[in-house]
């Protein structure tokens, strides 16, 4: 086990506590430096789709795992930033510009959600972001001057200082990449200066960050726009990488499933963020494979079990029928997040430390070590 | 003129008046404690001054200041940090970080600084960071820095409340029954630490108190509340030798 002698306050503000974080993040960037020359085109793709989806997840965490806003809306925020792309793009507006433009907008949109947000706490807050998604929606299908309505926008090449990059070459992805990072350091430096402690404090308990001088209103109506300039930037880069964008990208699904991104992750880390975006990622070629494979793969087995052919014919269709039932995705999103919150509320990375806990302390780990506890006494008077 | 004053402050609940026509006055450097029974109106007053309630009707000064209008986040940034009777920590953060938003209103960094994590903030950490070591040496918190609240015993809980006022530098401190769940011997470190607090860092401290023995050995002046209205005024010997207070006490 490593200890940790502080000799100083840098100690607590570095971003690596020690040298072996510098080393494992080190070698982690370095693979993912070399991936593109390494892995094949699919799994490149899938690797900036997991980029995008992260940047969003940090962008997500500071509204909802650190100011403790629940935000169901984000798909709204990413379609805005898509759209602004998408129509600046029109008039021939350089890439910097357009992009910079659509987190900005994002992010103004995003602190007037924030303003009613004020007043609402909770489920009530939810069902706001709710409604200001389908209202998005409904106003990216009917503003057809714009937004082109239901028919969508395609999004030409992105051109970055005059060289084309296309979505599925390793520039392209290295931006989305460089995006993400950025988005990261940012984040973290945040989190480590009094912004990012008032964001905390309002989620633990507002009365007191209130009587400590931490004026609640503005810092939630900082934590929306923060967190909506960032899913603006990444809704550029999605934008680009669809390269073409139409309202029924950006419904309620693509919401939960940043949620879900969080949730499964880990909402307590920027960490989980990452895990979260990956494991969203993969369900799309999990699901193909229990389309593709999985009825052929059980009707064997039931052959070798002694079924006759028609049985296992007969299993193979009704299994390949279920596979490819209509909201069968839905379905097990609802079932991750029901099992995620009951059994491992810490996300992804919570069981990871539990992991590494266990290897640190071998011989005497303690499964009650992260028993949840009850806590008896909180005040809910003062909210 | 007082350094703090209240003058005919009231709070009513429909028919209930928690605080009625209450007017007292704090003078700089002293410790004021109110007590009362229960539903006296003594928390009201606290959460009055703070502004997590608006007055009926009253006025409230502060260094010759109108507050009364001021918002929350304000009464803050003028000097004034208050504890919680229930204690309103952040369950989920460390000791350390819950004692860094004491200093907020001491933070002058913007947030685009903030994001770049300029020289400027990193130098303004370091310099809030020193603060609170100053603190926590106060206190005696050392050994639990990087502890997470939510792990801690109540005791300990109670003591980096009180750290997390200090942080702020306040001119006047509001405690809320500050011994409340302790044991004999913590409220023994309560009392000196609340005296400490007014001889070495000359901080005027206003509080609501149930344990008697607390409120003699560190009250300059007490005040005694029942049903919202003042029942005396005065050393703490003398109040409690009230007729009005031993009766609202014993029942007359």
């Given amino acids: 086990m490593r200890f940790l002698f502080k000799t100083d306050y840098e100690d607590d503000i570095k971003l690596f506590p020690h040298s072996g974080y510098l080393v494992s993040y080190g070698i982690l960037l370095a693979l993912l430096l070399i991936a593109p020359f390494v892995l094949s085109s699919y799994v490149m793709s899938q690797l900036v789709f997991v980029c995008i989806y992260a940047t969003v997840g940090v962008g997500l965490l500071i509204l909802t795992g650190f100011t403790g806003q629940a935000s169901l809306g984000h798909a709204a925020f990413l379609a805005i930033g898509a759209y602004t792309a998408a129509y600046l793009q029109k008039y021939n507006v350089p890439f910097p510009v357009y992009f910079l433009a659509a987190g900005a907008l994002t992010g103004l949109i995003g602190a007037l959600v924030g303003f009613p947000a004020l007043r609402l706490t909770g489920i009530y807050l939810v069902i706001a972001t709710i409604s200001f998604a389908l209202i998005v929606e409904e106003i990216l299908a009917r503003w057809e001057s714009v937004t082109h309505g239901n028919e969508g926008m395609r999004v030409k090449t992105l051109s970055l200082l005059g060289v084309a990059v296309p979505r599925d070459s390793p520039t392209f992805y290295f931006l989305c990449l460089s995006v993400l990072v950025l988005t990261i350091v940012g984040t973290l430096n945040l989190l480590r200066s009094p912004t990012g402690r008032a964001f905390v404090a309002i989620r633990d308990s507002e009365t007191a960050a209130r009587s400590m001088g931490v004026n609640v209103a503005l810092y939630k109506v900082k934590s929306f ?59 799309d070629p999990f699901l193909t494979y229990l389309k593709d494979d999985m009825p052929g793969m059980i009707a064997g087995i039931a052959a070798t079990f002694g079924a006759g052919t028609a049985t296992a014919g007969n299993i193979q269709s009704k299994v390949a029928a279920f596979a490819s039932l209509n909201g069968l995705k839905g379905a097990i999103y609802g079932i991750i997040i029901v099992m995620f919150v009951l059994f491992e509320p810490l996300g992804l990375y919570g069981r990871w430390l539990k992991i590494k806990l266990f290897f640190q302390l071998f011989p005497l780990y303690k499964r009650a070590t992260f028993k949840r506890q009850k806590i008896y006494v909180k005040s809910e008077r003062n909210r | 003129m007082s350094y703090f004053r209240a003058e005919n402050l009231s709070l009513h609940f429909g028919g209930l008046k928690a605080v009625d026509a209450v007017s007292f006055a704090v003078e700089k450097g002293e410790i004021l404690s109110i007590i009362g029974p229960n539903g006296a109106g003594k928390s009201s007053i606290f959460n009055l001054i703070s502004r997590i309630y608006r007055p009926t009707s009253g006025r409230i000064f502060f260094e010759d200041q109108d507050i009364t209008e001021e918002p929350p986040y304000d009464i803050a940034k003028l000097g004034i940090a208050r504890t919680f009777q229930n204690i309103e920590l952040f369950e989920n953060a460390t000791v350390l970080s819950n004692l860094l938003v004491g200093r907020h209103r001491h933070s002058t960094t913007q947030l685009w600084q903030e994001l770049l994590f300029l020289p400027s903030v990193r130098a303004n950490e370091k310099v809030h960071r020193r603060r ?121």
């Fill in chain 1, 225 to 283: 726009a923060i967190s909506a300039a960032i899913t603006g930037f990444a809704g550029v880069l999605f934008a680009h990488k669809l390269s073409f964008i139409s309202p029924e990208m950006f419904t309620l699904q693509l919401s939960i499933e940043f949620i879900i991104v969080i949730l499964i992750g880990g909402s307590f880390s920027l960490h989980g963020a990452v895990l979260g975006a990956i494991f969203i990622v993969m369900i």
């Fill in chain 2, 132 to 252: 609170v070591e100053q603190v926590i040496e106060f206190l005696d918190l050392e050994p639990y820095r990087d502890k997470l609240i939510s792990g801690l015993p109540y005791g300990v809980r109670k003591v980096i409340e009180l750290a997390r006022a200090l942080c702020s530098e306040p001119k006047l401190i509001l405690l809320d029954e500050p011994s409340s769940g302790l044991n004999v011997e913590e409220t023994d470190d309560m009392s000196f630490w609340i005296r400490d607090m007014k001889s070495e860092l000359g901080v005027t401290v206003l509080m609501v108190e149930h344990d008697m023995s607390l409120v003699n050995r560190v009250s300059d002046r007490v005040i005694a509340l029942n049903y919202g209205r003042v029942l005396a005024m005065g050393s703490p010997a003398d109040v409690q030798q009230h007729p009005d207070v031993v009766a609202a006490y014993l029942g007359a």
